[in-house]
Each structure stands twice: as structure tokens, then as C-alpha cells.
């Protein structure tokens, strides 16, 4: 109403005035210390108080609601005396919130598990596979086999995600159940359940950190340089990081000992060895079965039906799961010592989308949110990540939207092999980098890309 009055009289409505407040001395414009690289995403209620020396201190109380940073804000800006100054997210920085904000953002629903939706899950899939087994076999074409390894490949990777929450708990409230559940899905697919079930607790634990993590944690540059140089072309040159899953269940990764399949293993306490041997029991019958199919239908069709499914399978497992937390555009900060925290470490973790396959592996590609709270079903983790995206702000990282098939994620995969190495030995904050030489030497695989070295903190 205001604005019309003034319009009608001629008049145009006074300039907005910045609410920092103005001494008289102009020529030192002051600083305010509360708008710092570290909290400058994160506005809220209080004050910020200013200190000017002789002219005593005075505050300016903001009466707003909290404003959480957005991922659509391209970058920070502050304002002094008219000037306007960018700021750089730092994502090794401290985050403004804290972990009970972010699951207070959760609706209460997500957190219920439905153990009837989720055999559902398990019904559907389990279907596919035996229907795709038939079909493969009535057809017996020799153009329709690829089609079968590939699709069948990736129905045993969605048995594993499956079997994966089992292990978590947010299949169902029982925890029989879960076991039982488990124990066929992940046999069948001859991965040992506890072993693994165990091993990547410990990931989840310790996401983000450098040495504790347990799972394609990175390397220090100390630990790089004592790898023979066959062994560093085997970790950072395709197709060899995407067969590692099995030779990790066996042996682990470099710098660690121990093996899924040994109760005595420094993976588990005394209180699990139970729980190894049971798992390891059932992995040798599944094993045992195999190796007797092939004798009764011969081993080529025991290939063709099971053997180059299970090996789409580990790629599945080795793509998605690397990227996870490598390949973002930006680089990803790494945790030692007093910096590193179970949320700081949860936030270094990446959403992927994959297009159809979102829907067939249960969404695992949306894993921030999973990362942090994997009690949570995975059918509902795509409405907790919606709810939770506010408070992360730009410690979310949106992913590239995918077409019906995710073949972008194997530039990302490429593009990291390429140029995330090893970490510095010392800092409690680092980055990857880059060891010329290896990279040069596959320059094949993809186009070069811009390298930034960061140096630890």
C-alpha cells in the first residue's frame, strides 16, 4: 500500500540500507569476527557482537527464522560497507549443525520398518532371478546371453543390498529374522554374511576416517610407496578395481590384515567368532552346491547361468560402493585425530543416481542420509534426504541426474583412479593426491582432466 501511495505522489521508495550499523570513523570499516569462513553458512537467532576498542562493544540481535544454507546458493557473500567479498566453501570445515538436527528433520515414518514390505522386496527379486534363469535357458540364444549376465549380474547386486540392510537391522525389528534373511541372501551370492555384516559396521563407524575406516579407504602416501609397482597398477587400472571383492573378503586391503573367513581374524572380538563360523559354514555349502550343479548340468552352462552373473555382481558392488565416496568434481576431505567425527566423516559420503537401476537396487545410490542413519529402510530413504537437505546445505552434494542407464558413473570412476592416490602421512584434515607417474601411465583409459593437489591441513 506504502508503494503505491508513493508511487502515485511521484515518489520512488528509499534504497535498501544494509542493517550493519556505522561509526564515525569511515576509514576503518570494521570487521565482523562472527561472519567467519567456518559459520558464514549458517545464520540463526542471537547476536553478533562487535568490539571497536575505545567505543566500547554493542550487538546486533537479528530477529529471523533460521536459515539454514542452500545447495542453490553458488557461493557465500558478506557485505562490508557496500563491498560485496565471496567466500569459498571449505567442506573440511566443521559443520553449523549438528547430528540430532539433522535426524530431527526426519519424519517420524521413516525411521518404521514394514518386515512384510521388505520380503516383499525379496519375493520380487528372487522371482527375477529364477525367471530369468528360465528364460535364459529356454531361449538358449547366443545374443541373448550377454543380455542375461548383464540383467542377472545386476538382480544378484540388488539380492546384496537386500542382504545388506539384514545386516543393518532396518530389514525388520527382528533380529532372527534379519539373520536368517540374510544368511540366504548373501550365501547365495557366496558372500559370508557375519564376516561382512561385522567388517562393515566397522566402515560405517568410522566412515571418513584415514586408517580406521575399513572399506576403500584411502592410502597414506607412506603405505603407496612400499606397493610394488604391479600391485599399484592393479588398484588403479581397469578392469582390476572392479574384480577386488573377493580378493577383499580373503585378504583385506592394503595396510591391513585378516580375513572374513577366520573367526581368529583382528575383524571381530572373541564374542563373534560364533557368528564367523556359522556364516562361513554356509558359504561353503553354497560353494559345495555350485561346484556340485556343475557336474549335474555341466560346468560351461554353470558358467553361463551362475559364474559371469556373480562377476557383474562384484562389479556392481566395486563401482557403486567406491563411489560412495570417491569421484565428487570437488575434492573430498579425509579424517585423523580430534577432526574427525562420526558426522563430519558421514558427510564426506556421495548420493549417485542410476537411473532405472535406483528402483531395481533398492536405492542404495542414495547413501549420505544411509551413511548416517542406516537403521532407516531403504524405501525410505529418498523422503529422508528430501527432508534432510536443508540442514546439510552445501555439505550436500546433489548428484548428476542420471539418464534410464548410468553409464556417466564410469567417467567418475575412471577420472578417480586417475587421480585420487594416496593421502599425506601427516594433518588431521587431508586430500587426495595424485602420483604423476601412475597417472601418465593411464591416460589410455580417459581423457585427461584438471588435477587440484590439495595440501593437508
Not at 108 to 129: L, T
Not at 209 to 220: A, G, I, K, M, Y
Not at 432 to 443: A, F, H, V
Request: with cysteine.
Amino acid at each position: 500500500m506504502a508503494s503505491w501511495v508513493l508511487s502515485q505522489c511521484g515518489l520512488r521508495p528509499l534504497p535498501h540500507v544494509s542493517t550493519i550499523p556505522r561509526t564515525r570513523i569511515a576509514a576503518k570499516p570494521i570487521k565482523l569476527p562472527a561472519l567467519t569462513k567456518n559459520n558464514i553458512t549458517h545464520l540463526g537467532f542471537g547476536s553478533t557482537r562487535i568490539s571497536s576498542g575505545r567505543f566500547g562493544s554493542w550487538g546486533v540481535k537479528v530477529s529471523a527464522p533460521l536459515r539454514v544454507a542452500s545447495t542453490e546458493d553458488e557461493e557465500e557473500r558478506m557485505i562490508i560497507n557496500g563491498d560485496e567479498e565471496e567466500i569459498e566453501f571449505d567442506p573440511g570445515s566443521p559443520p553449523p549443525f549438528k547430528l540430532a538436527d539433522v535426524k530431527a528433520a526426519i519424519p517420524k515414518h521413516c525411521w518404521v520398518k514394514d518386515p512384510w514390505r521388505s520380503m516383499s522386496y525379496v519375493v520380487r527379486d528372487v522371482v527375477v532371478v529364477f525367471g530369468l534363469a528360465f528364460a535364459a535357458v529356454c531361449i538358449n540364444k547366443w545374443y541373448v546371453w550377454p543380455l542375461y549376465w548383464v540383467a542377472q549380474g545386476t538382480m544378484f547386486w540388488a539380492l546384496f543390498v537386500l542382504g545388506h540392510d539384514c545386516g543393518h537391522g532396518s530389514f525388520s525389528n527382528n533380529q532372527k529374522m534379519n539373520s536368517v534373511v540374510g544368511h540366504l541372501l548373501h550365501s547365495s551370492i557366496l558372500v559370508p554374511y557375519h564376516g561382512w555384516r561385522i567388517s562393515h559396521r566397522t566402515h560405517h563407524q568410522n566412515h571418513g576416517h584415514v586408517e580406521n575406516d575399513e572399506s576403500w579407504h584411502p592410502l597414506s602416501e607412506r603405505i603407496y610407496r612400499t606397493l610394488d609397482k604391479t600391485t599399484q597398477m592393479l588398484r588403479f587400472t581397469l578392469p582390476f578395481p572392479l574384480l577386488a571383492y573377493p580378493f577383499y573378503l580373503w585378504n583385506r586391503s592394503p595396510g591391513k590384515t585378516g580375513s572374513h573367513f577366520e573367526p581368529s581374524s583382528d575383524l571381530f572380538v572373541p564374542s563373534e567368532k560364533k557368528d564367523v563360523i556359522t556364516s562361513t559354514v554356509c558359504w561353503t555349502a553354497m560353494a559345495a552346491l555350485l561346484v556340485g550343479l556343475s557336474f549335474v548340468i555341466g560346468p560351461i552352462q554353470m558358467l553361463k547361468l551362475y559364474g559371469i552373473p556373480y562377476w557383474v555382481f562384484v562389479m556392481w558392488l566395486d563401482l557403486v560402493t567406491y563411489l560412495h565416496h570417491h569421484g565428487h568434481e570437488d575434492k573430498l576431505p579425509w579424517y585423523r585425530g580430534k577432526e574427525w567425527s562420526y558426522l563430519r566423516g558421514g558427510l564426506t559420503t556421495l548420493d549417485r543416481d542410476y537411473g532405472l537401476i535406483n528402483n531395481i537396487h533398492h536405492d542404495i545410490g542414495t547413501h549420505v542420509v544411509h551413511h548416517l542413519f542406516p537403521q532407516i529402510p531403504h524405501y525410505h530413504l529418498v523422503e529422508a534426504t528430501e527432508a534432510a537437505k536443508p540442514v546439510f546445505g552445501k555439505y550436500y552434494r546433489e548428484p548428476k541426474k542420471s539418464g534410464p542407464l548410468p553409464f556417466h558413473v564410469l567417467g567418475n570412476f575412471i577420472t578417480s583412479l586417475k587421480k585420487d592416490h594416496y593421502v599425506s602421512d601427516s594433518g588431521d584434515v587431508v586430500y587426495y593426491q595424485t602420483d604423476p607417474k601412475l597417472s601418465s601411465n593411464g591416460e589410455s583409459m580417459a581423457e585427461d582432466s584438471t588435477c587440484c593437489h590439495y595440501k593437508s591441513k
